[in-house]
Antibody
């Protein structure tokens, strides 16, 4: 069965960096574009970033553009999110999410989500 | 960016009752580009409905989606105890896909 498991969250000071990881299993990882979606405490969901199946293309929400970098390792079925110059408003649970079929775009829904990893940006 | 407004913010009902949750878009979207998710406390969102009315795998038929244009509805025909959760709508017609702020379904 499809499984997505995030790790790497924690507490970081404003201006700091963190790298999130998502381990995927149960499907052919290299044939799907993959996404990160976040949820601030007590708030709704916000799409963050996506990467193409081969990792050569990425697309970002305006709120993180220039600070976050999405990447992947298809040989090890892993998705990453490098977060730099973190701000308090980046505090959220970060989910990796899979769309139902290959499609490169943020205009898609998600049929599988990981359990999320909490990032707290605070001094 | 398409803004989705969900109402009510909180809905208080009892098991066995019918729930009607609303999602209104700031601009017209195709019904085929709307999804609904359920999120229980401490859990990831779970896909319920895609394409406006298609049920995801394993979703009971008490869940149904409808609507068009700017107004969409998620109906739960007869509430089970496990249905009390937060529900989000998402549009994916225009980039970026955007989510509503959620409706909390709580025990009355």
């Amino acid at each position: 069965q499809v499984q997505l498991m995030e790790s790497g969250g924690g507490v970081v000071q404003p201006g700091g960096s963190l790298r999130l990881s998502c381990a995927a299993s149960g499907f052919t990882f290299s044939t799907y574009a993959m996404h990160w979606v976040r949820q601030a405490p007590g708030s709704g969901l916000e799409w963050v970033a996506l990467t193409s199946d081969d990792g050569n293309n990425g697309h970002y929400a305006d709120s993180v553009k220039g600070r976050f970098t999405i990447s992947r390792d298809n040989s090890n079925n892993r998705l990453f999110l490098q977060m730099d110059t973190l701000r308090p408003e980046d505090t959220a649970v970060y989910y990796c999410a899979r769309p139902p079929a290959y499609y490169y775009g943020s205009d898609i829904y998600f049929d599988y989500w990981g359990q999320g990893t909490l990032v707290t940006v605070s001094s | 960016e398409v803004v989705l407004t969900q109402s009510p913010g909180t809905l208080s009902l009892s098991p066995g009752e019918r729930a009607t949750l609303s999602c209104r878009a700031s601009q017209s979207i195709a019904s085929s580009s709307l999804a609904w998710y359920q999120q229980r406390p401490g859990q990831a969102p779970r896909l319920l409905i895609y394409g406006g009315a298609g049920r995801a795998a394993g979703i009971p038929d008490r869940f149904s989606g409808s609507g068009s244009g700017t107004d969409f509805i998620l109906t739960i025909s007869s509430l089970e105890p496990e249905d009390f959760a937060v529900y989000y709508c998402q549009q994916y017609q225009r980039s970026p896909g955007t989510f509503g702020q959620g409706t909390k379904l709580e025990f009355k």
